[in-house]
């Protein structure tokens, strides 16, 4: 890893669907120098794949929340972790030290899509959960650098 291998992962991060021309062209190299570097790097695993970001409220999803989750001593947490990746209205799952043992981001369609996820969760062994509505975000696409 080197600084132009930085910039080729910012630009990345950014636009996944670059050119190896324009990428070249940014960091000043060829672009068959340019796909040699970015083959190296999916081949050590720096690059670990690509995909498209999609808003959900664009699929009717628009209710945007976190949902704080503390189970109860009897739920296995694996268990637990494979039932709540079955819910359509979750998005990630986050598992944490300090008072809650997981936060989960979801993207509800209404308050009442809501409503059903978070019961969905409490049955699957949450001792119990606080929801916080999301207002406003804002995503910063950055390379790990």
């Known amino acids: ?14 636009n996944g669907r670059a050119s190896f021309a324009a990428i070249g062209a940014e960091v000043g190299l060829s672009p068959h120098g340019t796909a040699a570097r970015i083959r190296r790097l999916e081949r050590d695993n720096v690059i670990t794949g690509y995909s498209a970001r999609i808003d959900p409220a664009g699929v009717g999803r628009s209710l945007d929340a976190f949902i704080d989750i503390r189970l109860l001593p009897t739920t ?4 637990f972790e494979r039932r709540v990746a079955k ?26 899509d809501l409503n059903d996820t978070v019961r969905a969760i409490r049955q699957g062994g949450a ?3 606080e929801t916080r509505i999301v207002l406003r975000s804002a995503r910063f696409e950055r390379a790990p650098v």
């Open 1 to 14: 890893m080197d600084e132009i291998d930085d910039r080729i992962l910012s630009i990345l991060t950014t």
């Open 76 to 79: 296995d947490p694996e268990d």
């Open 127 to 129: 001792a119990g959960t």
């Open 87 to 112: 819910l359509t209205s979750v998005r990630e799952l986050a598992f944490l030290t300090g008072r809650f043992d997981y936060q989960l981001r979801v993207a509800c369609r209404d308050a009442e």
